[in-house]
């Protein structure tokens, strides 16, 4: 008879060297050791083109991890179809940025772009914002002005300086007499406007009263504030407070009522609540002010069920026949649970960027709300509440595939605290062993997998001098089975996160639709 299947998807837990920069490895992880030393296992690719990103030099992030381990298939994604897009033309004959460009040509009118400023391309590149300058300048828009969230987290921590000297070379290129084109406000992104799932709005308004209303400390330019902020506090980009640039002592370029502004951020999970703000007439979530509307896009639609944004440039991938879609047409009951940091993943980025269920009757998912505290202050994160919330769901014996996702290995990986990281991970393993305890007891298969690598890589080494090191890496991700009652062998093979749906259809013995990846057993 088949047994049901549990998946524990351990976030950002990759394959490091072994090295005084694999916090994976220096971790007491008795559990993940054992599963290693004694379970069918292989290492699956969780980067570039094994997730729908355009090279093997693009590193894998949640999100479209998410997407290949729910559907078993590789979809084009976010900074690929923006390239294809952009090469193409096709983003520029959109109505929408005809719209946008026309409406920006309006007397007192400007066009702003707000994003991420780098090529980490994982929520954003800077191609893109070049891209989108440069069509401006084609097409005669006079007053454009860029707001610019640092990053540190998916490149060099203290990086954010080489991008912004590239913005500042392109805008004085675009310069002339007539044509204003300038850096108009900014801050780290984990301070500012790029908050997620809205655990934190407070972030938010603190974005919107940077970029909107032009509140905040003034200064000259942005590496005048970048080096300021680096002196007097020590933080790395991502945590560097916001500014605004201003000229005769008041601010160069508030976004004004009536203005174009597109948000060129691809990836849709730290896109959503901005956009919100400067989409939704009948916003709650914080006081706008005098804001009564802009000319707003979003570089792609970050939640198609939603429609946030209304207005969009690129079309999103239209994925098919989820691991959902065909759980649900089979009858199985299913589990999903994480905090609200990965809630989305194993919920909407699991079902191919949707939001809500495909059968009520049929799923179940649970948030545990995240605390809103520095993630290396509490680098346990919900790990045990996760585990014990998922062993009550094991025993009720309700459920024939529950899946649940460990945030810390991503998350404190991302805070560049090495010894938070280990302790991180120590209690992935802690949890991990109660769920393998509790799988064994009631008769369950466990798999254990990740969606990319971050802890596994917590130092980079260039010339002999070792940094810390914040952003995702390329190392491949555990897939591990875990049954004592049953023998598996994993077929020789090279595999993605993508082969991982199909393997698990192969354990409920349901046949997978002909798109998919194969399965691993």
Same mark, same amino acid.
């Not at 002196?231 to 370029?253: K, N």
């Not at 790990?383 to 810390?408: H, K, T, Y």
């Not at 990986?413 to 938070?420: E, W």
């Given at each position: 008879?088949?047994?049901?299947?549990?998946?524990?998807?351990?976030?950002?837990?990759?394959?490091?060297?072994?090295?005084?920069?694999?916090?994976?490895?220096?971790?007491?992880?008795?559990?993940?050791?054992?599963?290693?030393?004694?379970?069918?296992?292989?290492?699956?690719?969780? /980067?570039?083109?094994?997730?729908?990103?355009?090279?093997?030099?693009?590193?894998?992030?949640?999100?479209?991890?998410?997407?290949?381990?729910?559907?078993?298939?590789?979809?084009?994604?976010?900074?690929?179809?923006?390239?294809?897009?952009?090469?193409?033309?096709?983003?520029?004959?959109?109505?929408?940025?005809?719209?946008?460009?026309?409406?920006?040509?309006?007397?007192? !009118?400007?066009?702003?772009?707000?994003?991420?400023?780098?090529?980490?391309?994982?929520?954003? /590149?800077?191609?893109?914002?070049?891209?989108?300058?440069?069509?401006?300048?084609? #097409?005669?828009?006079?007053?454009?002005?860029?707001?610019?969230?640092?990053?540190?987290?998916?490149?060099?921590?203290?990086?954010?300086?080489?991008?912004?000297?590239?913005?500042?070379?392109?805008?004085?290129?675009?310069?002339?007499?007539?044509? *204003?084109?300038?850096?108009?406000?900014?801050?780290?992104?984990?301070?500012?406007?790029?908050?997620?799932?809205?655990?934190?709005?407070?972030?938010?308004?603190?974005?919107?009263?940077? /970029?909107?209303?032009?509140?905040?400390?003034?200064?000259?330019?942005?590496?005048?504030?970048?080096?300021?902020?680096?002196?007097?506090?020590?933080?790395?980009?991502?945590?560097?407070?916001?500014?605004?640039?201003?000229?005769?002592?008041?601010?160069?370029?508030?976004?004004?009522?009536? *203005?174009?502004?597109?948000?060129?951020?691809?990836?849709?999970?730290?896109?959503? #609540?901005?956009?919100?703000?400067?989409?939704?007439?009948?916003?709650?979530?914080?006081?706008?002010?005098?804001?009564?509307?802009?000319?707003?896009?979003?570089?792609?639609?970050?939640?198609?069920?939603?429609?946030?944004?209304?207005?969009?440039?690129?079309?999103?991938?239209?994925?098919?026949?989820?691991?959902? #879609?065909?759980?649900? @047409?089979?009858?199985?009951?299913?589990?999903?649970?994480?905090?609200?940091?990965?809630?989305?993943?194993?919920?909407?980025?699991?079902?191919?960027?949707?939001?809500?269920?495909?059968?009520?009757?049929?799923?179940?998912?649970?948030?545990?709300?995240? *605390?809103?505290?520095?993630?290396?202050?509490?680098? @346990?994160?919900?790990?045990?509440?996760?585990?014990?919330?998922?062993?009550?769901?094991?025993?009720?014996?309700?459920?024939?595939?529950?899946?649940?996702?460990?945030?810390?290995? *991503?998350?404190?990986? /991302?805070?560049?605290?090495?010894?938070?990281?280990?302790?991180?991970?120590?209690?992935?393993?802690?949890?991990?062993?109660?769920?393998?305890?509790?799988?064994? !007891?009631?008769?369950?298969?466990?798999?254990?997998?990740?969606?990319?690598?971050?802890?596994?890589?917590?130092?980079?080494? !260039?010339?002999?001098?070792?940094?810390?090191?914040?952003?995702?890496?390329?190392?491949?991700?555990?897939?591990?089975?875990?049954?004592?009652?049953?023998?598996?062998?994993?077929?020789?093979?090279?595999?993605?996160?993508?082969?991982?749906?199909?393997?698990?259809?192969?354990?409920?013995?349901?046949?997978?639709?002909?798109?998919?990846?194969?399965?691993?057993?």
């Amino acid at each position: 008879m088949k047994k049901p299947v549990v998946l524990v998807i351990m976030d950002g837990v990759g394959l490091g060297d072994g090295g005084p920069g694999d916090a994976v490895k220096l971790a007491k992880t008795p559990t993940l050791d054992k599963l290693l030393e004694t379970c069918p296992h292989t290492w699956l690719k969780a /980067h570039g083109t094994a997730v729908g990103l355009p090279t093997d030099d693009d590193m894998g992030n949640s999100e479209v991890g998410h997407n290949a381990l729910g559907c078993g298939q590789v979809y084009s994604q976010g900074a690929k179809l923006v390239d294809e897009s952009i090469e193409s033309g096709l983003i520029f004959e959109s109505e929408v940025w005809k719209d946008l460009a026309a409406n920006a040509k309006e007397e007192g !009118k400007a066009f702003h772009f707000l994003g991420l400023l780098s090529d980490g391309n994982v929520h954003s /590149h800077i191609n893109h914002l070049f891209a989108l300058l440069d069509r401006c300048k084609a #097409e005669g828009i006079r007053r454009v002005y860029c707001h610019i969230l640092l990053d540190g987290r998916d490149v060099p921590a203290t990086s954010a300086l080489e991008y912004v000297d590239q913005l500042e070379d392109k805008l004085a290129a675009l310069r002339e007499p007539g044509f *204003d084109y300038a850096i108009a406000s900014g801050g780290g992104r984990m301070q500012i406007t790029m908050d997620r799932y809205q655990a934190n709005w407070p972030m938010v308004e603190a974005g919107w009263k940077t /970029h909107v209303r032009g509140e905040g400390r003034q200064f000259a330019s942005a590496r005048e504030a970048i080096e300021t902020y680096r002196a007097e506090t020590g933080c790395i980009d991502q945590d560097l407070p916001a500014f605004v640039i201003a000229r005769d002592g008041a601010p160069l370029a508030k976004i004004a009522n009536g *203005d174009s502004v597109v948000l060129y951020n691809f990836r849709g999970d730290r896109a959503q #609540e901005i956009s919100l703000a400067f989409d939704k007439e009948d916003f709650a979530f914080f006081d706008r002010g005098d804001y009564t509307g802009v000319k707003f896009a979003g570089m792609l639609q970050y939640d198609g069920d939603l429609k946030i944004p209304t207005h969009y440039l690129v079309q999103p991938p239209v994925i098919r026949d989820t691991l959902t #879609e065909v759980l649900c @047409a089979h009858g199985i009951h299913e589990f999903a649970l994480s905090e609200t940091q990965k809630y989305g993943h194993v919920t909407y980025f699991w079902n191919g960027n949707r939001s809500g269920k495909v059968d009520e009757s049929l799923e179940v998912y649970e948030e545990i709300p995240s *605390d809103v505290i520095p993630f290396e202050q509490a680098p @346990a994160m919900k790990s045990v509440e996760i585990a014990d919330r998922m062993v009550e769901a094991i025993a009720s014996g309700e459920f024939q595939f529950l899946r649940c996702n460990f945030p810390n290995g *991503d998350m404190v990986g /991302h805070t560049g605290v090495i010894d938070a990281v280990i302790y991180a991970m120590e209690c992935v393993d802690s949890g991990v062993a109660k769920i393998k305890a509790a799988c064994e !007891k009631y008769g369950y298969t466990l798999l254990v997998t990740a969606d990319h690598g971050n802890a596994d890589q917590m130092l980079d080494v !260039k010339k002999g001098k070792a940094s810390i090191r914040t952003a995702h890496s390329l190392n491949p991700v555990p897939f591990i089975i875990s049954d004592p009652d049953r023998t598996f062998e994993i077929k020789e093979g090279k595999y993605g996160l993508a082969n991982v749906a199909p393997t698990i259809v192969k354990l409920l013995e349901i046949d997978a639709p002909a798109t998919w990846e194969k399965s691993m057993i």
